[in-house]
């Protein structure tokens, strides 16, 4: 029993140090004047593409922890992170700007590192599903608001050049 306990505990350290490089080498591996990126930005310049293989390794450093046992709490938060930077790096020009800036696959590991080593970020994910979920809600209802808001000026508009 004890050397199946062992084996997942080395298993989850191998894992835990594969997943630390690969995101050392998209946020942190070069530097600049004393400023550090990764390959995540560089990639970001191929429209599409880089964004595809960013994400995609993002998501797969994600799945090894979960496969390792990683919390849900923490494991929504890591997506939370990913999404977000997926989010913004796709949008033209500014995606780029702020990939050299956002390191989600770093902040990643700042939160399994306090999960693993610190005991943190323990527990269900329920609450911050959620919460995430209520403010989706919120923001649909806006955006519906806004949209229907937008459409009666758009038949008014309408109405008064015929």
Known sequence: MFAKQDD???KRKKD???VERVS???DNKFNIGGFRFGLDPL?????YAGQIVSFGTSILLVL?????????????KMLLNVIYDAFFGAIPFF???????HKANQKNIILLREHYFEEKHQGSAKKLLVSILIILLFVCIAL????????????????TIF
Do not use: C, H, T
């Open 8 to 10: 997942r505990a080395e």
């Open 16 to 18: 835990f140090i594969w």
């Open 24 to 26: 050392y080498l998209l």
């Open 43 to 47: 990639l970001n310049l191929i429209p």
């Open 64 to 76: 090894i922890m979960l496969r390792n046992g990683v919390g849900s709490k923490v494991a929504v």
């Open 95 to 101: 995606g780029q700007v702020f990939d050299f800036f």
């Open 144 to 159: 519906f608001y806004f949209l229907w808001l937008l459409s009666g000026w758009f038949i008014r508009l309408i109405g």
